[in-house]
């Protein structure tokens, strides 16, 4: 099985477009489907830790307006590319 990439989320950044979207963490949460816990981890107020990009892509989905676009990199460390919505299909060589 294929590692899953990560980040290092950017706290104060995720904080600050939370805020002004007017979202409350379960807001975001119920919206991605998946537990408080999992975005209070990456807004709270210990050390960062390394995140799952799947995670990072759905947040910053969420967060994004047709006028303002938040993508990956802008809530977190991450330098790959942010259009990519999924992990690319094996190349099957031809027979």
């Keep these: 099985m294929p590692d899953i990439p990560t980040a290092l989320p950017d706290k104060v950044r995720i904080r600050a477009l939370i805020r002004k979207r007017g979202y409350k963490i379960t807001d975001i949460a119920r919206k991605i489907g998946c537990p ?3 975005i209070y ?9 390394p995140r799952g990009v799947p995670l990072l892509r ?3 989905h969420v967060l994004s307006t047709p006028a ?28």
Excluded: F, H, M
């Design 58 to 60: 759905q947040v910053a």
């Design 36 to 38: 408080p816990s999992s």
């Design 68 to 95: 303002r676009p938040v993508k990956v990199s802008d809530i977190s460390d991450w330098t790959g590319d942010d259009d990519i919505e999924s992990e690319p299909e094996p190349k099957v060589p031809a027979a």
């Design 41 to 49: 981890d990456l807004t709270g107020r210990n050390t960062p830790v």
